[in-house]
T-cell receptor, first 111, second 116 residues
């Protein structure tokens, strides 16, 4: 399984755009990249998933360069409610191998 | 995405006792997993719950301590046996579903266990 590296923590003010970058140098050809959000005392919540280039949904955007060795989760205009831990994971498209979580990035949004 | 419920949502137990946690999914799923999240830590995979056969455990987790059942494609249980305070954690059920480019996992709300 590809190992991921992301910042331990980040701070941001309300209304700013937040970009969290994840490194996954050993990503395999059939791996996709998935980001989760976890609030205290809740299970992780799926945010976005991609394989290459750019993916956008109502919550976030995911930017993946051509070499796929990193990815960036972009949260537009964060609010206090976006304070959470964000996990970047890579896994095979077949999905038979369960996801292995790293330490995640603790995002604190300040008023 | 699948809707996953867990029972109980939380419990406080005495050491030496056992607790069974239930996971119910609103649709049939092929893969179900159990994770543990200790206070302030990330998630650790305990085992894959296989329907109709024994669970597949990760290194450091054994069937005697964490017996798992999966009688059908929508339900699984995890038992935490002979509990000690070190077992105090959030236990999470997860299932495989479709999302975006491929499969991904969805998580239940968790069961917060405190062992005294």
């Amino acid at each position: 399984l590809a190992k991921t590296t992301q910042p331990i923590s980040m701070d941001s003010y309300e209304g700013q755009e937040v970009n969290i970058t994840c490194s996954h140098n050993n990503i395999a050809t059939n791996d996709y990249i998935t980001w989760y959000q976890q609030f205290p005392s809740q299970g992780p919540r799926f945010i976005i998933q991609g394989y290459k280039t750019k993916v956008t949904n109502e919550v976030a955007s995911l930017f993946i360069p051509a070499d796929r060795k990193s990815s960036t989760l972009s949260l537009p205009r964060v609010s206090l409610s976006d304070t959470a831990v964000y996990y970047c994971l890579v896994g095979a498209l077949s999905g038979n191998t369960p996801l292995v979580f790293g330490k995640g990035t603790r995002l604190s949004v300040i008023a | 995405s699948a809707v996953i419920s867990q029972k109980p949502s939380r419990d406080i137990c005495q050491r030496g006792t056992s607790l069974t946690i239930q996971c119910q999914v609103d649709s049939q799923v092929t893969m179900m997993f159990w994770y543990r999240q200790q206070p302030g830590q990330s998630l650790t995979l305990i085992a894959t719950a296989n329907q109709g056969s024994e669970a597949t455990y990760e290194s450091g987790f054994v069937i005697d301590k964490f017996p798992i059942s999966r009688p059908n494609l929508t339900f699984s249980t995890l038992t935490v046996s002979n509990m000690s305070p070190e077992d105090s954690s959030i236990y999470l059920c997860s299932v495989l579903g479709l999302a975006g480019a491929g499969d991904t996992q969805y998580f239940g709300p968790g069961t917060r266990l405190t062992v005294l």
